[in-house]
């Protein structure tokens, strides 16, 4: 069974660092691209961050791109996300999420933890 | 990027009809296009990749279709473990993007 269990949310303040983190079990964690997507207190869902199964490649939009930084470690079968810079806008549940049937598609999720940016 | 614009915003519907809910994208995705369920408190989970491919353990009850701009999830006979939040998803290239979402409310 797959499972991805994300750890690392609280409370920052505007400006502030945090590092999440998820652990997967139950498939083969290097044979996959991993994704981390968070949803808004307003429930809107938003892409933050892909990368490669090898790790080599690393993929970020806009709003995100210089301030996160998504890696993973194969050997521990961990996925990261190093945040900085952090704006009251980046509050919310951030899910892990490994790869489905297509390259983009989100096919098993964890449950999330959240992250608060407030001062 | 790619904006997609999904509809209805909130649907309140009786145990055992069928709902459509529509996506548009700003620009032809290919059928490059995934539907997720969400319940109350739960991560969201997928249902359907590719515009029209069930994910496994999905209820025939769904089906996907679509092309081009324009795509659909529809419901058939609606069943009270159906009710929660849909959101549509391009991967069509980053940046990925997601509809605002379909509330699903008993009626």
């Known amino acids: 069974e797959v499972q991805l269990v994300e750890s690392g949310g609280g409370l920052v303040k505007p400006g502030g660092s945090l590092k999440l983190s998820c652990a997967a079990s139950g498939f083969t964690f290097s044979d996959y691209y991993m994704y981390w997507v968070r949803q808004t207190p307003e429930k809107r869902l938003e892409w933050v961050a892909t990368?490669?199964?090898?790790?080599?490649?690393?993929y970020y939009p806009d709003s995100v791109k210089g301030r996160f930084t998504i890696s993973r470690d194969n050997a521990k079968n961990n996925l990261y996300l190093q945040m900085s810079s952090l704006k009251s806008e980046d509050t919310a549940m951030y899910y892990c999420?490994?790869?489905?049937?297509?390259?983009?598609?989100?096919?098993?999720w964890g449950q999330g933890t959240t992250l608060t940016v407030s001062s | 990027d790619i904006q997609m614009t999904q509809s209805p915003a909130s649907l309140s519907v009786s145990v055992g009809e069928t709902v459509t809910i529509t996506c548009r994208a700003s620009?032809?995705?290919?059928?490059?296009l995934a539907w997720y369920q969400q319940k109350q408190g739960k991560s969201p989970q997928l249902l359907v990749y590719a515009a029209t491919n069930l994910a496994d353990g999905v209820p025939s009850r769904f089906s996907g279709s679509g092309s081009g701009t324009q795509y659909s999830l529809k419901i058939n006979s609606l069943q009270s473990e159906d009710f929660g939040s849909y959101y549509c998803?391009?991967?069509?290239?980053?940046?990925?993007?997601f509809g605002g979402g379909t509330k699903l409310e008993i009626k």
């Open positions: 998803q391009h991967f069509w290239g980053t940046p990925y993007t």
């Open positions: 999420a490994r790869e489905g049937l297509r390259r983009g598609v989100l096919g098993y």
């Open positions: 620009e032809n995705i290919y059928s490059n």
């Open positions: 990368i490669s199964d090898g790790g080599s490649y690393t």
